[in-house]
Nanobody, 121 residues
Framework: QVQLVESGGGSVQAGGSLRLSCAAS????????MGWFRQAPGKEREGVAA???????SYADSVKGRFTISKDNAKNTLYLQMNSLKPEDTAMYYC???????????????WGQGTQVTVSS
């Protein structure tokens, strides 16, 4: 059974940094496409960054140059390094996995429970 567990969220001032982690289990991690999503209160869930099984990456325009997605296949862990955080980055952040789909749409089969990120001005 696929399990995804996020960690690393918290409260930070604008301009600060956080690194989110997503520990995966229950499947052949290196074969899957992975993504980070976020959802703010009253808004739809949106794709933030994605990484393909071959290491190719995609980013939402709103985070390009500030966020970096990466993965460690040996540790079965996905990361999201977030720098220069802004109040508008405040949201619940989720990781997701899928064997076939790669991109910023919400078409992933497996989802974690989320970790809260709050950025104050």
């Amino acid at each position: 059974q696929v399990q995804l567990v996020e960690s690393g969220g918290g409260s930070v001032q604008a301009g600060g940094s956080l690194r989110l982690s997503c520990a995966a289990s229950g499947y052949t991690y290196s074969s899957y496409c992975m993504g980070w999503f976020r959802q703010a209160p009253g808004k739809e869930r949106e794709g933030v960054a994605a990484i393909d099984s071959d290491g190719s990456t995609s980013y939402a325009d709103s985070v390009k140059g500030r966020f970096t997605i990466s993965k460690d296949n040996a540790k079965n862990t996905l990361y999201l390094q977030m720098n220069s955080l802004k109040p508008e980055d405040t949201a619940m952040y989720y990781c997701a996995a899928d064997l076939e789909y790669y991109g910023l749409g919400t078409h992933y089969n497996y989802w974690g429970q989320g970790t809260q990120v709050t950025v104050s001005s």
